[in-house]
Structure formats: C-alpha cells, structure tokens
Nanobody, 120 residues
Framework: QVQLVESGGGLVQPGGSLRLSCAASGSIFSINTMGWYRQAPGKERELVADITSGGRTFYADSVKGRFTISRDDAKNMMYLRMTSLEPEDTAVYYC??????????????WGQGTLVAVSS
C-alpha cells in the first residue's frame, strides 16, 4: 500500500505565501510524475503543477511565476511553494503521484486534500 498525505494548507491573506508538502509512504519503489491539483467550489479539478522523475516541471498559466514545485526523492516528499496568493487560488489542493510499488505495480495515488483559503 502507498499513501500520500498533504499538509500546509490554511487561511492566508492576499499577497501572502504558503508551502504545501506531500509525504509519500508505504511500499514505494519509485515515484514517476508527481503533481498538485486543485478544485475550487463549483469548478473542475485542474492541474496546477507537476514534476517528472527527471525534474521537468509544468505549471498552469494561472500560477506561472508565483508557484514553484519541487521534490526530494530521498525523503519521498513533494512541495509546492505558493507566493503572491490571490483569492482565485482558494481551493482544495490535492497531491497526486504515479507510483511504482516495491512489488512493481504501477498505481496512481491521491492524497486527501488540504484547503487553501485566500482571504482578507
């Protein structure tokens, strides 16, 4: 079994910053692409950013220049540094990983989500 757990969400003022963390645990052989998704009220879930095992990154246009995704494979961790936060960033943020288990099964794993609320 593999689990992803997000942390770091909360209430922040416009213009503020937060760092989200995603901790992967369990029977992990490797993690291929990892990404952050978000879903705002009444909106579809969207990809915010992802990062491949080789370090190639992708950012949605709405967050380019403000968010930075990173990973630390030695710790099985992924991060999302968010700066210059806007009310439009308010959403539940989800961690996703394309995981190969120690039994060599490939599975897509989702975290439980963490709420980011940007409001004054």
């Amino acid at each position: 079994q593999v689990q992803l757990v997000e942390s770091g969400g909360g209430l922040v003022q416009p213009g503020g910053s937060l760092r989200l963390s995603c901790a992967a645990s369990g029977s992990i052989f490797s993690i291929n692409t990892m990404g952050w998704y978000r879903q705002a009220p009444g909106k579809e879930r969207e990809l915010v950013a992802d990062i491949t095992s080789g370090g190639r990154t992708f950012y949605a246009d709405s967050v380019k220049g403000r968010f930075t995704i990173s990973r630390d494979d030695a710790k099985n961790m992924m991060y999302l540094r968010m700066t210059s936060l806007e009310p439009e960033d308010t959403a539940v943020y989800y961690c996703n990983g394309d995981v190969t288990t120690t039994r060599r099964f490939r599975v897509a794993v989702w975290g439980q989500g963490t709420l980011v609320a940007v409001s004054s």
